[in-house]
């Protein structure tokens, strides 16, 4: 297409009316649905004359451009939902002046939800449904097929064998769409939405919030109740309803149009009936509803909406759906947010941070990548320097306040979020407020928070940095400095068994030994399992990992470059000391005891161990679970180290999945090829097609080897990680019982929700292999407490 366009260009010499007449039409174009777009944004004009002239220049070009304008006005129906109203109205008045323009709008308006659903984008199908609510008010669609659209929606709930996330997701559209059009149904059909209430009221009464507890950011019910988010919406609209439909904060352009939009003919939607449930379907997740603030936080200025009145859930839509229109420019999204419609009737700033926050703690993962909530919130500081970030540093006290009763997944991104804002600001905070955590058992949450949040700051920064940013009363938090532990370079060191060959191999490596060079030095390292298997002499001998991996790490301290390079060189001699599941293990705690004061390194060296295929994925879970590693079980980088490792794995068979995929669609494009070529084909060219034919069949073969030993090996590692938590926690639960003692310790806590973080953060993979870990692990025997977090995690798809 470029190279035709380019010579087009090349003869256009003669004839530049040509040019002139392909260019003319996207120039109105591109004119047309910058004109859309921009409406509604600041201006000098009101809004109401701005869409009156809009609707005079859309009319005039729909002759010639009407399917362009369809499909703007329904892409921004789904991808600005912001400014709903808006476009409703512009919609509404294009409807009174052209009212074919209309039927054809609502048409495209129903095809496009029926092809969103089908896609599985939920989101974009629930603010198409409330641009058609809305479109009630604005005199285009009649209030009784919206109303039957509703009751079909809400009719799914009477379906059998569904799960249970779908009829949420009917029911939670039907009551979100209520704010904008609840009293214009009311006023024209209130039997039939008396009828439709009554039956969400019975299915909300009936159905299973078992997940609730594994949503929750915190399990405090005080100071604000974390309530699931059917609970509060349904709250919120019978709140609404009791109050006669009256809020005060939705934007509604069109009343001012109200004597020409009620002059406008009708439409009909078409019957609407909910696509049939599938197998693949994948509807939301539930969720909790993240209350931190109310009224009595923002003692100046507006007053805060309760948090079961329906403006709450207006304000807070809305700040969601600017985040989601405009996170990959933070500046932009930053802007948009401060510059709310109606922030004058509201603590804005309030509102925003509990946004933001919201977001990024929302379980299982936030919407967006959690990093752009750190920059988002930057970029608001810098914005409001006088108002914001004192709002921000109240939001961060009350959370550190209440950071007993927080889930462990919301506190990993809480210290990865506070860490990297303090880096964007000096590192400047009054930390001295923080000293009640000094007094504490420095396992408790408090203290646990502050040295994690110190150990991400220096990875921003460096030891001696943090060390001169803390008060000296904080130096008991401070992360120890990050130097390497060389055992064969301590004062009494001469007596460690294997110490002679140290000098050996260091040499080697400083003369640039070749690996086989190396394992003959090696040869001479005793064995300290000999005695107990004297047949096999070439068996698994720690002693020989220690002494060379000891000395080579100590030789490439320097830098994470000189230790990737050494790793590198003499990985032969590596695969040669750990081809065995003994080996792969004790390689990592060789790791651990001479980096145990650097967790960056730990963490890096562990990821380039598995990319190397020096150890695979089951050996860094075994590694974890391990007596070795119980002092720092508790600790964030573990964490990271673990969830990294399965991201890995599941990387690792989708990329053999895919490659498998496209070989077997290369193969049915060339079978296609063959039958339509069958009478044309020369031998020759039969013979080539075979051969290839043959030689994909071969391929594939492999691949499906390939793909079931990897899901084979993804299977085994969270048979692993689950069978290591199961046998944790059960030895906890024990000893508590048997010495009387209460089982809600810290250390429970962290443990029993670090269970359930796996299970949130990988549960599309782990739903694959939902029949074996019942079968095998989390049968009804097993505790109560710890089968509560499978069926929890069972409940959320339910």
């Not at 007449?21 to 509604?40: A, H, K, M, Y």
């Not at 308006?109 to 603010?127: D, G, P």
């Amino acid at each position: 297409m470029s190279r035709r366009r380019h010579s087009d260009e090349g003869d256009a010499g003669s004839q530049p009316h040509k040019r002139r007449r392909t260019s003319e039409p996207i120039e109105i174009e591109d004119r047309l649905e910058s004109l859309i777009c921009r409406v509604g944004e600041k201006s000098t004009s009101s809004l109401e004359s701005n869409l009156e002239g809009l609707a005079g220049v859309l009319e005039a070009d729909l002759p010639n451009y009407k399917s362009k304008i369809l499909r703007i006005l329904c892409a921004v129906a789904r991808l600005l939902p912001e400014k709903l109203t808006v476009y409703t109205t512009l919609v509404g008045l294009l409807n009174a002046r052209n009212y074919n323009f209309g039927g054809e709008f609502v048409e495209a308006m129903i095809r496009q939800l029926k092809e969103t659903l089908k896609a599985n984008l939920y989101t974009e199908a629930l603010y198409l449904v409330r641009f058609l609510s809305d479109l009630v008010n604005c005199h285009v669609i009649a209030a009784p097929s919206m109303v039957a659209m509703f009751e079909n929606f809400v009719s799914v709930t009477q379906e059998e064998d569904i799960p249970q996330v779908r009829s949420d997701w009917y029911v939670y559209v039907v009551l979100s769409s209520l704010p904008w059009v609840g009293k214009e149904l009311y006023e024209k059909k209130d039997v039939e939405m008396d009828r439709l209430f009554n039956q969400i009221e019975g299915y909300l009464k009936r159905r299973q919030k078992i997940h609730v507890p594994m949503l929750q950011v915190w399990t405090a019910e005080k100071p604000h109740p974390q309530e699931e988010y059917l609970d509060c919406l349904w709250a919120q609209v019978q709140k609404l309803k009791k109050d006669r439909w009256q809020e005060r904060h939705i934007l509604r352009p069109y009343i001012a149009f109200d004597s020409v939009l009620c002059e406008a003919l009708q439409h009909n939607l078409p019957p609407f009936t909910p696509p049939a449930h599938s197998d693949d379907a994948v509807y939301p997740m539930p969720h909790v509803v993240f209350r931190m603030f109310d009224y009595t936080d923002a003692p100046e200025g507006p007053v805060m909406p309760g948090s079961h009145s329906v403006e709450r859930f207006v304000i807070e839509e809305n700040l969601h759906c600017i985040i989601k229109s405009h996170w990959r420019e933070r500046k932009t999204c930053a802007a948009q947010l401060l510059s709310y419609p109606g922030k004058n009737k509201i603590p804005l700033n309030y509102h925003i941070v509990e946004v933001i926050f919201g977001e990024l703690f929302q379980l299982p993962t936030p919407p967006h990548i959690d990093v752009m909530y750190t920059a988002l919130l930057i970029e608001l500081c810098k914005l409001q320097p006088g108002s914001l970030p004192q709002v921000l540093a109240q939001a961060t006290e009350m959370m550190y306040m209440r950071l007993d009763t927080m889930n462990t997944t919301c506190i990993d991104r809480l210290i990865n979020w506070f860490s990297h804002h303090l880096s964007n600001f000096q590192f400047r905070w009054s930390w001295d407020d923080w000293a009640d955590c000094l007094t504490q058992d420095l396992e408790k949450p408090k203290p646990k928070f502050v040295k994690e949040v110190l150990e991400k700051c220096m990875r921003l920064s460096y030891h001696q940095r943090i060390v001169d940013i803390v008060p000296a009363s904080f130096s008991v938090l401070i992360p120890a400095d990050p130097v390497c532990f060389y055992k064969y370079g301590e004062e009494n060191s001469s007596s460690l068994p294997g110490f002679a060959v140290t000098t050996t191999v260091g040499n080697a490596i400083k003369n640039r030994a070749s690996n086989e060079e190396i394992l003959i030095v090696l040869k001479d390292v005793p064995n300290p399992n000999q005695d107990d298997d004297d047949d096999e002499g070439d068996g698994f001998n720690p002693l020989k990992i220690e002494v060379f991996l000891q000395t080579l790490l100590h030789l490439a301290a320097k830098s994470f470059s000189h230790s990737f390079s050494a790793l590198a060189k003499f990985h032969e001699v590596l695969k040669a000391l750990t081809d065995c599941d003994e080996g792969k293990l004790h390689i990592l705690r060789v790791l651990y005891e001479f980096w145990k004061n650097h967790p960056l390194m730990i963490s890096v060296l562990v990821d380039k161990f598995i990319r190397t295929q020096i150890v695979d994925c089951a050996a860094v879970a075994n590694w974890v679970f391990s007596p070795e590693m119980a002092h720092d079980f508790t600790r964030f980088y573990v964490w990271e180290i673990l969830h990294s490792t399965i991201r890995k794995m599941n990387k690792h068979v989708q990329k053999i999945q895919k490659e498998l995929d496209e070989a077997k669609e290369k193969l049915e494009k060339q079978q296609n090829k063959k039958q339509r070529d069958s009478g044309d084909e020369e031998d020759m060219e039969k013979q080539n097609s075979e051969d290839e034919e043959g030689q994909l069949e071969e391929q594939i073969e492999k691949l499906q080897e390939k793909v079931e030993s990897a899901q084979s090996e993804q299977k085994n590692l969270f048979l692993v990680i689950f069978q290591r938590f199961i046998m944790l926690l059960t030895e906890h639960l024990v000893r508590c019982e048997t010495s009387g003692v209460d089982i809600n310790t810290t250390w429970y806590k962290n443990c029993i929700e670090r269970l359930q973080q796996i299970f949130l953060m990988h549960h599309v993979i782990i739903q694959q292999y939902m029949g074996t870990l019942e079968n095998l692990l989390f049968t009804a025997e097993l505790d109560h407490h710890i089968l509560a977090v499978y069926q929890q995690f069972c409940a959320l798809q339910l």
